[in-house]
């Protein structure tokens, strides 16, 4: 008959195996970025990354291939502030990402200008599960749609939000690199 220990040891050692087994990209890009634990399908093994929709500086977010080091990477690049629970956009100075359309399905989320005090602009990191949650609705994370689409040579995904328990983690687990 298996011991208590021995059931707890077996339930570590299949967490671990099973959390080994997500498909980790392979990042290019600079740092700070944001980036999503699982690779999913994106077809270069770049991973997934916030971005501007579009190129260049967009007021719409979405979730993009990570992009390699160099001029086009930077619109990939977001930081994570737990100070105030804001996610700054790199090479937009001033820029944080925002929940500007709760309703909106396809783009919740924003690049506005920071507001320190602006609710919209909060979110909280969470390192043990690696979700990143809705500041004002702590039961709701950032995810990205479940369906990719060809992004010229690369690929998009939307990034919305929904409610954490409800979600598969590949689609909800983020890795903040500094």
Same mark, same amino acid.
């Given at each position: 008959? #298996?011991?208590?220990?021995?059931?707890?040891?077996?339930?570590?050692?299949?967490?671990?195996?099973?959390?080994?087994? +997500?498909?980790? #990209?392979?990042?290019?890009?600079?740092?700070? @970025?944001? $980036?999503? +634990?699982?690779?999913?399908?994106? %077809?270069?093994?770049?991973? &997934?990354?916030?971005?501007?929709?579009?190129?260049?500086? +967009?007021?719409?977010?979405?979730?993009?291939?990570?992009? /390699? !080091?160099?001029?086009? !990477? *930077?619109? *990939?690049?977001?930081?994570?502030? /737990?100070?105030?629970?804001?996610?700054?956009?790199? /090479? $937009?100075?001033?820029?944080?990402?925002?929940?500007?359309? #709760?309703?909106? =399905? @396809?783009? /919740?989320f924003g690049l506005i200008d920071c507001v320190s005090s602006e609710s919209s602009q909060k979110f909280v990191y969470d390192h043990t599960s690696m979700e990143i949650r809705i500041g004002s609705d702590n039961s709701k994370c950032v995810i990205v749609a479940q369906n990719s689409v060809a992004a010229g040579p690369?690929?998009?995904?939307?990034?919305? $939000?929904? =409610?954490?328990?409800?979600?598969? %983690?590949?689609?909800?687990? &983020?890795?903040?690199? %500094?």
């Open positions: 008959m #298996p011991t208590q220990s021995m059931i707890l040891t077996m339930v570590i050692s299949l967490g671990v195996s099973i959390a080994a087994s +997500a498909d980790a #990209p392979v990042i290019k890009s600079g740092t700070p @970025v944001i $980036y999503l +634990a699982d690779n999913l399908d994106e %077809k270069d093994k770049l991973g &997934w990354c916030i971005d501007t929709k579009g190129r260049g500086f +967009a007021e719409n977010l979405h979730s993009h291939s990570c992009k /390699p !080091a160099g001029q086009q !990477a *930077t619109d *990939t690049q977001f930081a994570y502030y /737990p100070k105030n629970g804001q996610i700054r956009s790199v /090479p $937009y100075e001033g820029k944080c990402m925002s929940l500007i359309d #709760p309703e909106n =399905k @396809v783009l /919740p690369y690929m998009s995904r939307d990034l919305i $939000y929904a =409610k954490c328990l409800s979600i598969e %983690k590949k689609y909800k687990q &983020w890795v903040v690199r %500094k």
